[in-house]
């Protein structure tokens, strides 16, 4: 990597590791559009930090929602993540996520979670059975649902 390769990357990592959460969710929106941008481009030029990146969404959602403020919406903190997580998922990323679909109650944080979801892997059993769980649910709406019962479907290969 050369210098001028470099200081991208470390203006970035400064946002990441901000103390700010609306920056540092400025950073995972930006890891992801960079991300969104490799089928047009041909590299993520934010890849290298991928890992980083990843343990600090980990981070994020380890902690309750940001309860909003004029800045940024209530649970902003927690789509940012989720929303790295859907090209950044890992198996071990499988309770975190059905932590959050479990407890959220906000539907785009939940609809975030079950794009992560179908990010993870493997076919983690207590992710699966939130997402069972979900199909039944009569309190969610219906696209809910349906979204709930498709990502377990891809996640166990259309079995059960």
Same mark, same amino acid.
């Given at each position: 990597?050369?210098?001028? $390769? #470099?200081?991208?990357?470390? #203006? ?20 992801? /559009? =960079? ?9 993520? @030029? ?5 890992? $980083?990146?990843?343990? /600090? ?6 902690? @309750? @929602? /940001? +309860? ?22 890992? *198996?071990?990323? =499988?309770?975190?996520? +059905? ?7 906000? @539907?785009?944080?939940? *609809? ?19 997402? !069972? ?10 696209? !809910? ?5 498709? /990502?377990? =479907? ?7």
């Amino acid at each position: 990597m050369t210098a001028d $390769e #470099a200081i991208p990357l470390q #203006a970035f990592s400064a946002l990441l590791y901000s103390d700010n959460v609306a920056t540092v969710c400025r950073a995972l929106n930006m890891y992801q /559009v =960079a991300a969104s941008y490799t089928r047009l481009s041909g590299g993520n @030029p934010l890849e290298p930090l991928g890992g $980083e990146v990843r343990q /600090v969404a980990r981070a994020v959602l380890s902690r @309750p @929602p /940001v +309860a909003g403020d004029e800045e940024m919406r209530a649970a902003f903190d927690h789509l940012s993540a989720l929303n790295v997580l859907t090209s950044l998922a890992e *198996a071990e990323d =499988a309770q975190l996520i +059905a932590d959050v679909l479990e407890t959220s109650k906000d @539907p785009d944080v939940r *609809a975030t979670a079950l794009l992560a979801a179908a990010a993870v892997p493997a076919g983690d059993e207590r992710l699966l059975g939130v997402l !069972a769980a979900m199909v039944t649910d009569e309190t969610l709406d219906e696209v !809910a649902r349906a979204r709930a019962q498709a /990502v377990r =479907a891809k996640l166990t290969g259309g079995l059960g």
